[in-house]
């Protein structure tokens, strides 16, 4: 199973970007999928989740400016960027919960990240 993620950039303070995240390989099924961010010398930390019913949460920061979507055809989640600040600069993982297919159990995968730019 791998997830490639796409969609980063460079963009000015008051844009936009939306990012991709596809799941490939053997798989029956995927549970949560998420976005996390990791700015230059700190953690990284959960930006949005959302559940294989379509049920979100969002960190504080970023809620009313970001959405989380998913193509469950597609197996792949989107998070749409709005009014970026630069304080959104990092670089941005995908993570999925995927049960492989004949297995039983859901095992977290990360994509290679995609590094968000945002200048002021």
């Known amino acids: 199973v791998q997830l490639q993620a796409s969609g980063g950039g460079f963009v000015q303070a008051g844009g936009s970007l939306r990012l991709s995240c596809r799941a490939s390989?053997?798989?029956?099924?995927?549970?949560?999928m998420g976005w996390y961010r990791q700015a230059p010398g700190k953690q990284r930390e959960l930006v949005a989740a959302?559940?294989?019913?379509?049920?979100?949460n969002y960190a504080n920061s970023v809620k009313g400016r970001f959405t989380i979507s998913r193509d469950n055809i597609k197996n792949t989640v989107y998070l749409q960027m709005n009014s970026l600040e630069p304080d959104d600069t990092a670089v941005y993982y995908c993570?999925?919960?995927?049960?492989?297919?004949?297995?039983?159990?859901?095992?977290?995968?990360w994509g290679q990240g995609t590094q968000v730019t945002v200048s002021s």
């Open positions: 993570n999925a919960d995927v049960r492989r297919a004949l297995t039983f159990a859901y095992i977290s995968y």
């Open positions: 959302i559940t294989n019913g379509g049920n979100s």
């Open positions: 390989g053997s798989i029956a099924n995927i549970g949560d």
